[in-house]
């Protein structure tokens, strides 16, 4: 095996079609072959989908093995063969692969220890060595035998051209690819864009994990067919988490919310946080996070699971917005300006240190607080401080209102009975001042005018 420094330069990735997708190493455009171990290890930092040029006919043992960082892949259609172990050991983030649409042959071990792989189809009359699947944890929970796996793979888009389209649609135009759902959809039954296939499926799941994002293909499934956004997979996952953790554009998901709105059928991020939300957080954008959070399709968000799972892997500027929003309703509610001014300030300067930058800390699931607790126990130091310092201002709110109601009790006592001494009247004009006549005054006498 050559070493690192002696390593040759290859042009295997084109600038692809989406920002997360881009040239690793360049060197040649006339080289047919990727070398053994040329990549090995590349991988290892933050997630990029791979996008490998038109041209490349083979990929040599364990090119890209161990690329932890690696992300979902679109192969050309150039491709005939990938020998062993090329994505071996591929763990952390490879979900997709978009094989090309003719058979090709696989060696021994191609995709061992890919435990997060799941959107993936064999063409009829590939070759396959052993164990070409061996490892692939996501994969082994739907099927019983790796022979079950494999000819429920190969077979996985049988009388599904919707499906078929979806997944090869990268190797084509979108002009092309529209014209051929279109042609699909005539003679497909009606519910067709809802139908699920081996891995419980829908066009929709299949799209949403693609290299290559149109809105325009989402929009012409689901003026078809809306039920196929709110279909489940084998694995409980919605075309919309799909999306979100595959970093889809925000126009798509805007879309894709719209959609889910007008279904009537919120998004369950509870369970999108809980199987996504590492991936998710690590490469999305604010822009997205405050989509989701500004979504309509939200009916109560357990906020001690969003703190957690940002901070696990989230941008320092993604976690303190997640905090600010988690808080906003109560920070609403507090009696005095001075002191909202001062929690927002605390939320702005969280430290970038208190990341964890993990996938998932140790606290498990079953010891988070519920949502109605008054403390959010994230287990992070500076929101518990944060958190803590705004529950002693929410106390001290309520005392103060709890005031004022018991001196217009005593008011309302005295006057009633005509007996209110002249003393006793400056003593309620001071309490007024003092204890919470400027939060009745803004937010109950002004709306009640």
């Given at each position: 095996m050559m070493n690192a420094s002696a390593r040759p330069e290859y042009l295997i990735l084109e600038p692809g079609p989406r920002k997360h997708t881009k040239v690793v190493r360049s060197v040649s455009k006339n080289d047919d072959i990727i070398p053994r171990f040329a990549f090995q290890h590349v991988f290892c930092e933050d997630r990029t989908d791979l996008f490998i040029r038109e041209g490349i006919s083979t990929i040599e043992k364990g090119a890209f093995s161990k690329g932890r960082s690696l992300g979902n892949v679109h192969c050309p259609n150039s491709l005939q063969v990938i020998q062993k172990d090329s994505f071996a050991g591929c763990m952390l983030h490879?979900?997709?692969?978009?094989?090309?649409p003719h058979p090709i042959s696989?060696?021994?071990?191609?995709?061992?220890?890919?435990?997060k792989l799941r959107n993936v189809a064999i063409h009829k009359g590939s070759r396959l060595g052993r164990g070409v699947f061996k490892g692939c944890h996501n994969l082994e929970k739907i099927f019983s035998s790796s022979e079950e796996m494999v000819s429920a793979?190969?077979?996985r888009f049988e009388k599904l051209p919707l499906h078929q389209l979806c997944y090869s649609h990268s190797f084509s135009s979108l002009k092309e690819t529209i014209q051929q759902m279109e042609q699909a959809m005539i003679s497909c039954t009606e519910v067709a864009t809802s139908q699920q296939d081996c891995l419980g499926m829908t066009p929709l799941h299949i799209l949403s994990h693609s290299t290559v994002q149109h809105i325009s293909l989402y929009e012409l499934l689901l003026q078809r067919d809306p039920s196929g956004l709110v279909v489940p997979d084998k694995w409980g996952s919605l075309p919309i988490h799909y999306a979100l953790e595959n970093?889809?554009?925000p126009e798509i998901i805007r879309y894709l919310l719209r959609v889910h709105r007008r279904l009537n059928q919120p998004v369950d991020y509870r369970y999108f946080l809980l199987v996504h939300g590492a991936d998710f957080f690590e490469t999305t954008t604010m822009e997205t996070v405050q989509i989701i959070l500004e979504s309509e399709t939200i009916e109560e968000i357990d906020w001690s699971l969003w703190i957690h799972s940002s901070n696990c892997s989230a941008s320092i500027g993604i976690f303190r917005d997640v905090v600010m929003r988690s808080l906003q309703t109560r920070l609403d509610n507090l009696e005095s300006n001075q002191w909202k001014e001062e929690i927002v300030e605390?939320?702005?300067?969280?430290?970038k240190d208190c990341l964890q930058m993990a996938p998932w800390s140790s606290t498990p699931y079953s010891q988070y607080q519920p949502l109605s607790t008054t403390i959010l126990s994230s287990g992070i130091e500076p929101v518990d401080q944060i958190v803590s310092k705004l529950s002693l201002y929410e106390k001290k709110t309520v005392s103060h209102l709890l005031e004022l109601a018991a001196w217009k009790l005593k008011v309302d006592t005295e006057t009633t009975s005509g007996n209110m001494p002249a003393e006793e009247e400056s003593l309620r004009q001071n309490c007024l001042v003092h204890c919470g006549s400027d939060c009745i005054i803004s937010n109950v006498l002004a709306s009640s005018f």
């Open positions: 490879m979900q997709s692969i978009e094989l090309p696989f060696g021994n071990t191609v995709f061992s220890g890919c435990i793979l190969t077979d970093r889809a554009p605390k939320i702005k300067n969280i430290p």
